[in-house]
């Protein structure tokens, strides 16, 4: 793969990853209701925000995007996949949050494909 386009790919990663921080590290409601019908508020909303926060700086240095990817790959993919079963029957919020599962598809995709 061009190594343009993986730049690219690992830039989109990190802001997805880095944009949804805030709304973990502040409590917003939508992100304490998605972490206790999980089980995981408080201490889960909040050490995932810090792996992702790493898995963000990580994909973006090149001498470990491996690790980033790696770890991007573990985080969305363990999030998707909990989250997505326990929510599948409720349609109202699959149309509210479906652009988390867009992210998290995307980035589940190509994180992937960042490694050089």
Known sequence: MNKTVQLILRIIIAVILVQTLRYKFTAHPDSVYIFTKVGLEPYGRIVIGVFELIAAILILIPK?????????????????????????????????????????SFYLITSDFVDE
């Open 64 to 104: 470990t995007v491996w690790l980033g990817a790696l770890l991007t790959l573990g985080i969305i993919s363990g999030g998707t996949i909990y989250t997505f079963n326990r929510f599948r029957y409720r349609n109202k919020w699959r149309r509210r949050y479906g652009i988390l599962y867009g992210c998290g």
